[in-house]
T-cell receptor, first 107, second 115 residues
Framework: GQQLNQSPQSMFIQEGEDVSMNCTSSSIFNTWLWYKQEPGEGPVLLIALYKAGELTSNGRLTAQFGITRKDSFLNISASIPSDVGIYFCAGAQKLVFGQGTRLTINP | SAVISQKPSRDICQRGTSLTIQCQVD?????MFWYRQQPGQSLTLIAT?????????ESGFVIDKFPISRPNLTFSTLTVSNMSPEDSSIYLCSVEPTGANTEAFFGQGTRLTVV
């Protein structure tokens, strides 16, 4: 079946630093989605990407849909404590999720 | 986006029993899905809940263990049957609103512990 490889699996950073995480796949996806999950909650959609090469921003978040349609990255600029959580990439049509990136921020 | 309410939010159950989880959406949606998230893991699709017909199950999941109902376009249930400790997970309902271009939205999840 389709699998997504997400890296890094965890990050420990200082407040104010920029964050970068990515997902790769051996399969082509038509849509890439990035989610954030906080403890006790379901994943919340952050950014959706629909076209190869598309670069989309949502506040301090920027994500890109790779040209080959097999990869995507998510950047967070100037991290703040509320950015803490687990970030998942997902490829669609039928959603396949990466393993997640657990982000921890030291104030 | 859609507002999704899941009940119960958490439960502790005895092995051998069954639990039915409800998912209610505030608008009619074409696609509803059920996911499992085992402790510290990512999300795995259990099945697609089809309105008016049997659910479509992913490899490794069967109807006898995870019966699903979808009586209308705003409601679905997932039952975890004959539970064992290995079924301890978070179960999540997800929807793709009609015309939402493959964006999926999630309920807050049901945290199930089987003892």
């Amino acid at each position: 079946g389709q699998q997504l490889n997400q890296s890094p699996q965890s990050m420990f950073i200082q407040e104010g630093e920029d964050v970068s995480m990515n997902c790769t796949s051996s399969s082509i996806f038509n849509t890439w989605l990035w989610y954030k999950q906080e403890p006790g909650e379901g994943p919340v959609l952050l950014i959706a990407l629909y076209k190869a090469g598309e670069l989309t921003s949502n506040g301090r978040l920027t994500a890109q849909f790779g040209i080959t349609r097999k990869d995507s990255f998510l950047n967070i600029s100037a991290s703040i404590p509320s950015d803490v959580g687990i970030y998942f990439c997902a490829g669609a049509q039928k959603l396949v999720f990466g393993q997640g990136t657990r982000l921890t921020i030291n104030p | 986006s859609a507002v999704i309410s899941q009940k119960p939010s958490r439960d502790i159950c005895q092995r051998g029993t069954s639990l039915t989880i409800q998912c209610q959406v505030d608008s009619q949606v074409t696609m509803m899905f059920w996911y499992r998230q085992q402790p510290g893991q990512s999300l795995t699709l259990i099945a697609t809940a089809n309105q008016g017909s049997e659910a479509t199950y992913e490899s490794g999941f069967v109807i006898d263990k995870f019966p699903i109902s979808r009586p209308n376009l705003t409601f679905s249930t997932l039952t975890v049957s004959n539970m064992s400790p290995e079924d301890s997970s978070i179960y999540l309902c997800s929807v793709e609103p009609t015309g939402a271009n493959t964006e999926a939205f999630f309920g807050q999840g049901t945290r199930l512990t089987v003892v």
